[in-house]
């Protein structure tokens, strides 16, 4: 037995299910799997599949989009597609937060609108629509979304962070997690960046990744600042 109706968000996502129960599962939350005493799967099987459905499909756009690039850029284009920050985004465009089932204990605003767990079922859509319709229906839906996006501007600050200080300090930069807080629930991580032991940013996120992010995100604006002050001194 179905727990909610889809019919508005098959209308959505333009595609509907042979077996309603594919997609309910997808969009089941363990803490909802785990109150229902066993009757039902969480969808973490499902974001699995999805997660490796999504970045064939995303490797296969870059490289007939892209002819001309080479494999280092093609991975950062796809690195910063399938990242939480962008699947979460592409979950709230077709309002993916209001169909998950939550347990009591995480069913609130805050919770639906967590990044984490709309990219885990953004994802998790994604391999029931495999599992459902094919490789060719979950392609049509990730394309949805991702050719509306003619140009692609990287936003991958610690690919760009990784390059820059390469470029001026001949050195990786390294990350180190500096502080964690919150609940279990809705935990954040800061993070700092440092090259040849100079602290160069430190940022907050929801995720350790996201966390790094943020970090190099300030520390492109402080190398920038160094090497322009370089520049003045000569």
Not at 173 to 190: A, Q, T, V
Request: charged content about 30%; proline content about 1%.
């Amino acid at each position: 037995m179905l727990v909610k109706d889809y019919g508005k968000l098959q209308e959505i996502i333009e595609y509907k299910f042979n077996n309603l129960e594919v997609l309910e599962t997808a969009l089941t939350h363990k803490s909802y799997a785990a109150e229902s005493g066993g009757k039902k799967n969480d969808n973490e099987r499902m974001e699995f599949l999805g997660d490796s459905i999504l970045s064939a499909i995303i490797a296969e756009t870059l490289y007939l989009r892209y002819p001309s690039e080479s494999e280092g850029k093609l991975s950062q284009l796809k690195a910063q597609i399938v990242s939480a920050s962008n699947l979460s985004i592409w979950a709230k465009e077709i309002n993916l937060g209001f169909y998950i089932l939550l347990g009591r204990s995480e069913d609130a605003f805050e919770a639906r609108n967590r990044e984490s767990l709309l990219c885990d079922a953004f994802e998790a859509v994604v391999g029931a629509i495999y599992l459902d319709g094919g490789f060719e229906n979950a392609k049509k839906f990730v394309l949805k979304f991702l050719d509306i996006r003619k140009e692609i501007i990287i936003t991958d600050y610690k690919s760009r962070f990784q390059e820059e200080a390469q470029s001026v300090y001949k050195e990786l930069p390294k990350y180190r997690i500096i502080k964690e807080f919150g609940s279990d629930h809705n935990k954040k991580f800061e993070a700092a960046v440092y090259v040849k032991n100079r602290l160069f940013g430190k940022g907050i996120g929801s995720s350790k990744k996201e966390a790094h992010q943020s970090a190099a995100k300030q520390a492109m604006e402080n190398i920038k600042e160094s090497v322009d002050a370089s520049n003045v001194g000569h």
